[in-house]
Every structure is written in structure tokens, then in C-alpha cells.
């Protein structure tokens, strides 16, 4: 199991979860001081579920603007974090 910051106004995308950063757990999820809005893992809704835990505010690596996201215990494919997985 893993953990996953979605963007809350992607949150009810159809296929995906947009996710911004893959952990092993919440708290090298929680250690981050932003975001980097150019990084997305997109992982289908079909074979990774997901589960809502809570929100966070995070200020943008690049121009400091928050956003709104929804920090959820998500499964993936094994391996399959270990490239995006932050430590």
C-alpha cells in the first residue's frame, strides 16, 4: 500500500488519479514543503484503488500559488512507485 497526493479538482477525473507524489508511507508524504506542478503519475482508476484520508494545502515548487489536495491510501502495481516514490 501506498499513499498518494490527488489534486482535489481532479479528484472525480473519470479514468485516472492525477497524482503529484507516490509514497511508502504518510510520513514521507507529509514531509513535503511543496509540490512540483510538472511531475504527474497518472495511474487508471480500473486497476489502482484508492482511498480518501484527508486534505492538505501545498504551496507550488515553482511560482509558491496552493493548491488543494486529497491525501489517499492508494494501491499500485508493484514497482511501480519506486521511480516517482518520494523517501
Not at 41 to 58: Q, R
Request: one cysteine or more; aromatic letters at 12%.
Amino acid at each position: 500500500m501506498k499513499y498518494a497526493l490527488i489534486l482535489q479538482s481532479e479528484f472525480h477525473h473519470p479514468n485516472f488519479w492525477v497524482c503529484y507524489a507516490v509514497a511508502s508511507s504518510l510520513e514521507n508524504l507529509k514531509n513535503n514543503l511543496c509540490y512540483d506542478p510538472t511531475v504527474q503519475l497518472m495511474l487508471h482508476k480500473a486497476c489502482c484503488k484508492a482511498t480518501p484520508l484527508n486534505d492538505i494545502e501545498l504551496p507550488s515548487c515553482t511560482s509558491g500559488s496552493y493548491a488543494h489536495f486529497i491525501v489517499c491510501e492508494i494501491e499500485v502495481p508493484k514497482g511501480l512507485a519506486y521511480r516517482y516514490e518520494l523517501s
